[in-house]
């Protein structure tokens, strides 16, 4: 279940009692070589060719930050659940990461030492997202980057950001807004959806 999927319950939940089969869903724990693959492949398109810091934030188990790490880059992992960053920790043992539990609205590192801010499924559910991305951009190295993979689930009652306001509140941050859509490619999720799923790369 998706945290989008998650809000559609009504309830809020307990991410340290759910980080034990957080990863049994495709696109979380990353286990299906195909499902894999497909995410090494977008990541490997958004984040910089060169070795980079890469800030992983709500990173959860810490799958994106793997396959971040194994492309060259250095990870800083940012979650609220202590059971989530020790399943990173873990997960990323000897790799050039470090995890840290911490707000990913106000995480715990320092103003200008990232070259990208990466955040999956976490923007939409925050107070205020557009504080949180001007505190975020306050966290980039000139000429950084946000990597921002959103959506909208659910079609009765849908939860989400859609990618217009979302391309709306970058716009004053940013030099340059990308919008690639996700829903069109099952093997990211696992399985065919219907619903909007898009990852925004933005160039401060």
Request: glycine share 10%.
């Amino acid at each position: 279940m998706t945290n989008g999927e998650h809000a559609l319950t009504g309830t809020e939940p307990d991410w340290d009692k759910a980080a034990a089969t957080f990863d049994d869903e495709p696109d979380h724990g990353l286990r299906d070589p195909e499902v894999r693959q497909a995410w090494a492949a977008r990541l490997r398109s958004w984040l910089p060719e060169r070795a980079s810091d890469v800030l992983d934030l709500g990173c959860g188990t810490g799958s994106l930050s793997l396959l971040a790490a194994e492309q060259g880059h250095r990870v800083t992992g940012v979650d609220r659940s202590a059971a989530m960053v020790a399943l990173a920790r873990a997960k990323l043992a000897g790799r050039d990461a470090v995890f840290l539990r911490g707000d990913a609205a106000a995480p715990p590192v320092g103003e200008e030492r990232f070259d990208v801010v990466l955040v999956r499924h976490v923007l939409w559910a925050l107070p205020d997202p557009g504080r949180v991305l001007r505190h975020w951009r306050g966290l980039l190295r000139p000429g950084g980057r946000f990597v921002l993979i959103e959506g909208v689930w659910g079609t009765v009652s849908p939860v989400g950001i859609p990618a217009e306001p979302l391309t709306s509140l970058l716009a004053p941050l940013a030099l340059e807004v990308r919008v690639e859509s996700l829903s069109d490619d099952p093997r990211l999720w696992g399985r065919a959806v219907e619903d909007e799923r898009y990852a925004v790369v933005a160039t401060a």
